[in-house]
């Protein structure tokens, strides 16, 4: 995988991180909303943090599509699970919440699972075109 690739990678893990954390962020300025006032759901969304949490949600899903489109899902979503990682040390460092060792068990079995993720193949050994192909010749036959 070149690196490019990887960087695409990298930056779903990011653009999710950091997009949950400013939604976080901004909500925890806001309070309370309810979905039966849509007046309050739209404050919350001209709020800035929530504003620029959007924005980058937005960055993360055109790079998560991105990367959907040359790797496999079961290799892409795992390596997305890196931001949990980020989200938990965002968490811990800026928003000084208390993560239980549990969690950070369970932070480090995330890691320890994308680095066996990681090792494998990006894409099956099938072309993605034959099996549009077969799908669409079986779709005609129907």
């Not at 969690?103 to 680095?115: E, P, Y």
Request: hydrophobic content about 55%.
């Amino acid at each position: 995988m070149t690196f490019r690739k990887y960087l695409v990678l990298a930056g779903v893990a990011a653009f999710s991180s950091a997009g949950d954390s400013l939604l976080a962020r901004g909500m925890k300025d806001i309070g309370g909303i309810s979905l039966h006032h849509p007046s309050s759901l739209i404050l919350a969304i001209l709020n800035p943090w929530v504003a620029c949490g959007i924005l980058l949600l937005l960055a993360f899903f055109a790079s998560y599509t991105s990367a959907l489109s040359w790797a496999d899902l079961t290799y892409v979503l795992p390596a997305t699970s890196l931001g949990y990682v980020l989200v938990a040390l965002v968490g811990k460092f800026a928003f000084h919440e208390t993560i239980s060792p549990a969690r950070w068990l369970g932070i480090a079995l995330i890691t320890a699972g994308v680095g066996f993720v990681a090792a494998g193949p990006s894409v099956t050994t099938h072309k993605h075109e034959k099996v549009a192909a077969d799908i669409a010749s079986q779709e005609a036959q129907s």
